[in-house]
């Protein structure tokens, strides 16, 4: 077994109105391989509902620097443009890696790019809406949002959507029974190759 069958690694982007919060959900619930859901730092303040260690790792702007400076981060960004922090800490990694698990991660397109400089055999998944019109009815449904927010969100969507070829796989979030099973085949096929190396 090569090193980096222990150390594996699935990435998930898309637009945050791409379903992908259900996807994930989904998908550590049903999975065909062990997936353990990486928790993301971020400068964020949480949303109503949201736990720390749960949904983010919810950090001062200054302790996230300063963890930063520390190495303590395998990749980080400022999304949106929004002034806040996003980035994945090497102990996430190591928590799924310590189990034998895939470290699944939720990220920016930023973000997937650094780690697949780090991890070239990363699996990598965009998880596309249908239309830019449907994913900014999706983000309006949700309603958390502001209208400047939401703006930008759909601007970053775009911008997002023309790098969806530098993924491995692209899922196109349609009907969900159907892009969760598609990404099950996708980590199942993915799995063989890798126990096959
Ligand atoms: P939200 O604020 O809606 O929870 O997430 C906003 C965006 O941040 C999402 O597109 C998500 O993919 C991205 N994101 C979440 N965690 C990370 C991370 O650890 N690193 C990077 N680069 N992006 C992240």
Redesign the pocket.
Known sequence: MTQSANRRIVVL?G??GSG?TTIVKRLTEDSPVALIKSV???T?PPRPGELDGDD?WFLGTEEFRTRLDAGEFI???E??SSG?L???LWSELNRAWSVGGWAF????V??ALRVVQQYPEAVTIFLQTPSSAEFERRLRARGTESEEVIQRRVATAEQELKQADRYRYTVVNDRLETAVSEICEILKAEEKNYNAQ
């Open positions: 982007s637009p945050s992908k993301s730092a971020t964020r983010y990749e980080h960004a999304v949106f806040f996003y980035g994945t991660l939720e990220i920016d930023e973000g």
